[in-house]
């Protein structure tokens, strides 16, 4: 648990107060704007409270922990009071809160499996690099994990021991995690799951009556932890009930988003992926590792498998696993299937892929054991192979955090290298660059003419030839990070004309050539973990980019999901105009037929 608050607090100030991650910095304006009305407490159940946030995408408990958290250190040290003081204080929360997964994910391992499968699994949790990554962002992701897996160790307690008590505990986690997200609602499965096999236990019945007599006593025990459940959800959110109107808005536009209803420039990266196994894959290569997620997906489908065996009866019913099983199931099948996939999703069951592979490589071990002593050190040495990749991949990512973010050190090339005056193009739906600020050699936003380009917006001529002329008169087209590209460049048949833009600017020729860039990846044992940015969207490789890429020892492990990196260490690209296309020769190039203009 030390190693694990150690990794998680590096660098938390990674962004120098900037708060580049969209989601942080948008529950952190809202909390700031909080005011609890002391000198109106009747005003509190009103809609105009001031203490309603009035933004119900994510949960009220987190923006609240923020608020109360924040205010009660600035007592102390009052630039916690402000944003950038608010982020770190938040930060700070979010690397508890994922300590106490590592904590609760050990407490799981040793219940069901003994104190070295629990040990195993915490270190393994400890150092996994997606958790390292969201623990520097003040989202809801690691204290949504903490909830979930505090809610399943206590529904492994009410299996254990059925009781009126139990459930209650069962309902307030469960309460609290709904009320930090909404995803938390199908931890009704194992909770229903968890009393039905308690009651079963305890049938004073066999076969069907018993049963029968179970499942109606567990749908009594089920209503009673989710009228706590609601309960707790209502006090640690109450607006969701006195502004229902604009909570239910809220949650139904996020619900579609998620779901592909809605179409949002944001989400378009995920048009083609495959439901399952895009979210697996992006897990097992880059939130876990190749390693340790082999052996997380292995020991989870092996523990699966053990599962259906006991159904049918070869084997008596391992109750507990079967607990968690549901959830990881029911979570994969509700999650796993929706169109936006961002890799912090699948957040809530990393820690029990840990789990499994520490049951899966001690169960090999054990087994190998028949076979003789070294066989069993074999495997022992492979869980202590898994282990000492899995933890030089999470301290390699502290790479990121240990150098100035992309984005400020473009800003500083920027200030120093292009003259003031010049104009400049920029991409809507991104971070612009120069970044706006005053401190020393950061400040000169305000000397350049920034245009904003409207790329997501649909294509026609109009919009072909408008950026023709706004190409034509610029100095400079500056690229934050692939956020625009990534999405709209493999979408041809929707963006041909901001597609073949693309495939021209970075094959430099619209009489542009990439005068800089910046970039920092996660280091392993003196190798760059290099995510490609440029392959999967088809997109040429400018000849600064490829001679400076050539010269990194580099491991390319393909396609990184964009928030896995475009938030930390995004890659910006300068482009510098270097003369000799009109507006009307741009044009023809962005509306030539593919293969002329190709």
Same mark, same amino acid.
């Given at each position: 648990?030390?190693?694990?608050?150690?990794?998680?607090?590096?660098?938390?100030?990674?962004?120098?107060?900037?708060?580049?991650?969209?989601?942080?910095?948008?529950?952190?304006?809202?909390?700031?704007?909080?005011?609890?009305?002391?000198?109106?407490?009747?005003?509190?159940?009103?809609?105009?409270?001031?203490?309603?946030?009035?933004?119900?995408?994510?949960?009220?408990?987190?923006?609240?922990?923020?608020?109360?958290?924040?205010?009660?250190?600035?007592?102390?040290?009052?630039?916690?009071? &402000? +944003? @950038?003081?608010? $982020? =770190? *204080?938040?930060?700070? !929360?979010? #690397? %508890?809160?994922?300590?106490?997964? /590592?904590?609760?994910?050990?407490?799981?391992?040793?219940?069901?499996?003994?104190?070295?499968?629990?040990?195993?699994?915490?270190?393994?949790?400890?150092?996994?690099?997606?958790?390292?990554?969201?623990?520097?962002?003040?989202?809801?992701?690691?204290?949504?994990?903490?909830?979930?897996?505090?809610?399943?160790?206590?529904?492994?307690?009410?299996?254990?021991?059925?009781?009126?008590?139990?459930?209650?505990?069962? &309902? +307030? @986690?469960?309460? $609290? =995690? *709904?009320?930090?997200? !909404?995803? #938390? %609602?199908?931890?009704?499965?194992? /909770?229903?799951?968890?009393?039905?096999?308690?009651?079963?236990?305890?049938?004073?019945?066999?076969?069907?009556?018993?049963?029968?007599?179970?499942?109606?006593?567990?749908?009594?025990?089920?209503?009673?932890?989710?009228?706590?459940?609601?309960?707790?959800?209502?006090?640690?959110?109450?607006?969701?009930?006195?502004?229902?109107?604009?909570?239910?808005?809220?949650?139904?536009?996020?619900?579609?988003?998620?779901? &592909?209803?809605?179409?949002?420039?944001?989400?378009?990266?995920?048009?083609?992926? %495959?439901?399952?196994?895009?979210?697996?894959?992006?897990?097992?290569?880059?939130?876990?590792?190749?390693?340790?997620?082999?052996?997380?997906?292995?020991?989870?489908?092996?523990?699966?498998?053990?599962?259906?065996?006991?159904?049918?009866?070869?084997?008596?019913?391992?109750?507990?696993?079967?607990?968690?099983?549901?959830?990881?199931?029911?979570?994969?099948?509700?999650?796993?299937?929706?169109?936006?996939?961002?890799?912090?999703?699948?957040?809530?069951?990393?820690?029990?892929?840990?789990?499994?592979?520490?049951?899966?490589?001690?169960?090999?071990?054990?087994?190998?054991?028949?076979?003789?002593?070294?066989?069993?050190?074999?495997?022992?040495?492979?869980?202590?192979?898994?282990?000492?990749?899995?933890?030089?991949?999470?301290?390699?990512?502290?790479?990121?955090?240990?150098?100035?973010?992309?984005?400020?050190?473009?800003?500083?090339?920027?200030?120093?290298?292009?003259?003031?005056?010049?104009?400049?193009?920029?991409?809507?739906?991104?971070?612009?660059?120069?970044?706006?600020?005053?401190?020393?050699?950061?400040?000169?936003?305000?000397?350049?003419?920034?245009?904003?380009?409207?790329?997501?917006?649909?294509?026609?001529?109009?919009?072909?030839?408008?950026?023709?002329?706004?190409?034509?008169?610029?100095?400079?087209?500056?690229?934050?990070?692939?956020?625009?590209?990534?999405?709209?460049?493999?979408?041809?048949?929707?963006?041909?004309?901001?597609?073949?833009?693309?495939?021209?600017?970075?094959?430099?020729?619209?009489?542009?050539?990439?005068?800089?860039?910046?970039?920092?990846?996660?280091?392993?044992?003196?190798?760059?973990?290099?995510?490609?940015?440029?392959?999967?969207?088809?997109?040429?490789?400018?000849?600064?980019?490829?001679?400076?890429?050539?010269?990194?020892?580099?491991?390319?492990?393909?396609?990184?999901?964009?928030?896995?990196?475009?938030?930390?260490?995004?890659?910006?690209?300068?482009?510098?105009?270097?003369?000799?296309?009109?507006?009307?020769?741009?044009?023809?190039?962005?509306?030539?037929?593919?293969?002329?203009?190709?």
């Amino acid at each position: 648990m030390a190693a694990a608050l150690a990794v998680r607090l590096a660098g938390l100030y990674w962004d120098s107060g900037y708060l580049f991650h969209p989601d942080e910095r948008k529950i952190l304006t809202v909390a700031a704007e909080l005011r609890f009305p002391w000198r109106s407490p009747g005003l509190f159940l009103s809609v105009d409270s001031p203490w309603n946030p009035r933004f119900f995408s994510y949960g009220s408990l987190p923006i609240y922990l923020v608020r109360i958290a924040s205010g009660a250190v600035g007592v102390l040290w009052p630039p916690a009071r &402000g +944003l @950038a003081g608010s $982020a =770190a *204080v938040g930060r700070a !929360l979010s #690397a %508890l809160a994922d300590v106490g997964s /590592v904590a609760l994910v050990y407490l799981l391992g040793r219940r069901l499996h003994g104190r070295g499968v629990g040990l195993l699994a915490a270190a393994f949790l400890a150092f996994a690099p997606l958790h390292i990554q969201v623990s520097h962002y003040y989202a809801v992701d690691t204290l949504l994990t903490c909830l979930v897996l505090l809610t399943l160790y206590l529904a492994l307690d009410l299996l254990d021991h059925p009781s009126a008590a139990r459930g209650h505990l069962v &309902g +307030l @986690a469960w309460g $609290a =995690a *709904v009320a930090t997200k !909404l995803t #938390a %609602l199908p931890l009704a499965a194992p /909770v229903g799951v968890a009393w039905y096999l308690g009651l079963r236990r305890l049938s004073p019945q066999d076969g069907r009556v018993g049963a029968r007599w179970a499942l109606r006593e567990a749908a009594g025990g089920l209503a009673l932890t989710t009228t706590m459940a609601a309960a707790a959800f209502v006090l640690l959110e109450p607006y969701a009930l006195i502004n229902v109107a604009r909570f239910l808005r809220d949650v139904v536009f996020e619900a579609r988003m998620a779901g &592909g209803a809605v179409d949002v420039p944001y989400t378009r990266q995920y048009i083609g992926t %495959l439901p399952f196994l895009y979210p697996l894959a992006q897990m097992v290569v880059w939130s876990l590792g190749l390693p340790l997620g082999i052996a997380g997906c292995a020991g989870a489908v092996a523990a699966l498998g053990g599962s259906v065996a006991d159904l049918t009866g070869r084997r008596p019913l391992r109750r507990g696993e079967a607990v968690v099983l549901v959830w990881l199931v029911t979570y994969l099948a509700t999650t796993a299937t929706l169109h936006a996939k961002f890799a912090r999703y699948m957040l809530p069951v990393v820690p029990l892929v840990c789990l499994a592979a520490a049951w899966g490589l001690v169960a090999l071990r054990r087994w190998l054991g028949r076979f003789g002593r070294r066989a069993a050190v074999a495997a022992g040495w492979l869980a202590g192979g898994v282990f000492a990749a899995t933890a030089f991949l999470g301290v390699g990512y502290l790479h990121v955090y240990s150098q100035p973010h992309t984005w400020l050190r473009a800003t500083r090339w920027i200030c120093a290298n292009v003259p003031a005056g010049s104009r400049i193009l920029v991409e809507h739906w991104d971070d612009p660059l120069p970044i706006v600020s005053t401190r020393e050699g950061l400040s000169c936003h305000s000397s350049y003419e920034v245009t904003s380009l409207p790329l997501y917006d649909e294509d026609t001529p109009r919009k072909a030839a408008a950026l023709a002329e706004q190409l034509a008169g610029a100095d400079y087209v500056i690229v934050s990070s692939s956020r625009l590209y990534g999405a709209i460049a493999p979408l041809t048949a929707r963006y041909p004309y901001t597609a073949r833009y693309y495939r021209l600017l970075f094959g430099e020729q619209l009489g542009y050539r990439l005068a800089h860039y910046e970039a920092t990846y996660a280091r392993f044992l003196g190798i760059d973990l290099v995510h490609d940015t440029l392959g999967p969207a088809g997109l040429p490789v400018p000849r600064l980019l490829r001679a400076g890429e050539s010269l990194r020892r580099a491991l390319w492990l393909g396609r990184a999901d964009e928030s896995l990196f475009v938030y930390d260490h995004p890659m910006p690209l300068v482009f510098r105009q270097t003369g000799g296309l009109s507006a009307a020769e741009i044009e023809a190039l962005l509306t030539a037929p593919s293969s002329a203009a190709d």
